[in-house]
């Protein structure tokens, strides 16, 4: 059961030791629908975790604040909240 889809990963509450200096050229434009399981699974396991498109990335790369959320992610969603 899905209590709550989230836009963005940022569920779990990490001490400040990186800085994210050399990640930003892979920092995704969009933010995904992903599964909070999966978000959960992979921070406990550093999987990557699986959008609802199919996008598949490590949590540690989140779109910035005020980013767009994926067209096929919200396309999904919505088709999946019509039942
Ligand atoms: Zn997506």
């Known amino acids: 059961m899905i209590d709550r889809v989230s836009t963005s990963t940022k569920t779990i ?5 990186q800085e994210n200096l050399d990640t930003s050229n892979d920092t995704p434009k969009f933010f995904h629908y992903v599964k909070k399981d999966q978000i959960i699974d992979s921070a406990v396991n550093g999987r990557v975790v699986v ?11 989140q779109a910035k604040p005020g980013s767009p959320v994926c067209p096929d992610c919200e396309r999904i969603y919505r088709g999946l909240r019509k039942k």
């Open 51 to 61: 959008a609802l498109c199919g996008e598949t990335f490590p949590v540690t790369k």
């Open 13 to 17: 509450e990490r001490p400040k030791v």
